[in-house]
């Protein structure tokens, strides 16, 4: 089934404990990306990467860290969480816009920071 | 920048009802657009993807609609269900100033289908 897989679904840490929010994708797709839904604000892009070794900043890059060793695998690291990353994160992944790829979304990990 | 806009942020209609839900989006430079569902809680479910050179696409009781030129879509929905009720997003994918891609969203719309 093809599918985009985050681990954990949910999360409860302390303010300053490093945390990784694994993402992985079996569609091969090219593009893969992270984002944050919060109450009010909706849905806003974190990080984007284009390809292996090939990341860009979103709307809401602070506090985050990406990597894309791997096609498959676009992890979220937080180095240094605080309460205000305390939200919904989905990975999402797809072919180019120019192949006329839609989204496909994982379950949502949802992350308390306290 | 895009901006995407949904209206109304809340619906609800009786069980049998047809109902529309509506989009814009201020900047007609996309590439496609998106409606996803959205449980509470949930994760985000594709219903349907328009291509910016289509008109519409349809999908069992679902059709959506996009007038790129006006910045406009709509999903209606055909003969809802109680099983319908849920936040609909819509989603127009675009090229970003530094060459990167992404999904600017609408807040969505809660739909409530009453039995």
């Not at chain 1, 969480?81 to 949802?110: D, H, I, M, V």
């Amino acid at each position: 089934e093809a599918q985009v897989t985050q681990n954990p679904r949910y999360l409860i840490t302390v303010t300053g404990k490093k945390l990784t929010v694994t993402c992985s994708q079996n569609m091969n797709h090219e593009y893969m990306s992270w984002y944050r839904q919060d109450p009010g604000l909706g849905l806003r892009q974190i990080y984007y990467s284009m390809n292996v070794e090939v990341t860009d900043k979103g709307d809401v890059p602070e506090g985050y860290k990406v990597s894309r060793k791997e096609k498959r695998n676009f992890p979220l690291i937080l180095e240094s969480p605080s309460p205000n990353q305390t939200s919904l994160y989905f990975c999402a992944s797809s072919e180019p816009g120019q192949t006329f790829g839609g989204y496909t979304f994982g379950s949502g990990t949802r992350l308390t920071v306290v | 920048k895009q901006e995407v806009t949904q209206i109304p942020a809340a619906l609800s209609v009786p069980e049998g009802e047809n109902l529309v839900l509506n989009c814009s989006f201020t900047d007609s430079a996309i590439y496609n657009l998106q409606w996803f569902r959205q449980d509470p809680g949930k994760g985000l479910t594709s219903l349907l993807l328009i291509q910016s050179s289509q008109r519409e696409q349809t999908s069992g009781r679902l059709n959506a609609s996009l007038d790129k030129s006006s910045g406009r879509s709509t999903l209606y929905i055909a003969a809802s269900q109680p099983g319908d009720s849920a936040t609909y997003l819509c989603a127009v994918r675009l090229v970003t100033q530094g060459g990167s891609e992404k999904l600017v969203f609408g807040k969505g719309t809660k739909l409530t289908v009453n039995p």
